[in-house]
């Protein structure tokens, strides 16, 4: 079965750098595309950006442009989500998301079990 | 990209129906049929139900249905149970090959 497995909890300090892995098993991992998603606490789900995971193409959010790398290890059927200039704000669940569209990346059908990040001086 | 517009909150009692819209704009829902919507219970990872537009993935229930006029999509929960207590998102593809997430909706069963 499709399993998407990340990384633990973390608490980072303001202006640090985090960075999340989602190890994939139960199916092809270059044949997807994984998004990143994040939910702040009591917020709405808001999406990070994407990772074509057989040719590593990504597609960062606006709003987290420069601040957000996403990459992956097609050897280790892995990918990772790395945020910099951490602060408060940025204190939510991240999730990672597999997409089985081709050529527009708009459905997500497996989550994540989500990696809480609490960024807290 | 600016978040689809949800109603904060639906509520219906058992048996009963309630739609849930969301509304974006050319750019996104109006522009392309690949909106979908997620249910999420507390603590828990979203959940898939509808994707373009109106289509329920396997093992989804009948009760939940969807659709789409210009730059608005519904949901529709028919026959409202406990269970469906939870928080509904709407998303959509968009013109820069991005993907936009409603401001979710909190579904209370009465």
Known sequence: QVQLVQSGAEVKKPGASMKVSCKASGYTFTSYTLHWVRQAPGQRLEWMGWIIAGNGNTKYSQKFQGRVTLTRDTSANTAYMELSGLRSEDTAVYYCARDPSSSTWRVIDYWGQGTPVTVSS | ?110
């Not at chain 2, 109603?7 to 049929?33: E, F, K, L």
């Not at chain 2, 219970?41 to 373009?52: S, V």
């Not at chain 2, 409202?80 to 998102?89: F, G, H, I, K, W």
């Not at chain 2, 998303?91 to 209370?108: I, P």
């Open chain 2, 1 to 110: 990209q600016s978040a689809l517009t949800q109603p904060a909150s639906v509520s219906g009692s058992p048996g009963q129906s309630i739609t849930i819209s969301c509304t974006g704009s050319s750019s996104d829902i109006g522009g392309y049929n690949y909106v979908s919507w997620y249910q999420q219970h507390p603590g828990k990872a979203p959940k898939l139900i509808i994707y373009d537009v109106s289509y329920r993935p396997s093992g989804v229930s009948i009760r939940f249905s969807a659709s789409k006029s210009g730059n608005t999509a519904s949901l529709t929960i028919s026959g409202l149970q406990a269970e469906d207590e939870a928080d509904y998102y709407c998303s959509s593809y968009t013109s820069t090959t991005t993907l936009v997430f409603g401001t979710g909706t909190k579904v209370n069963v009465l």
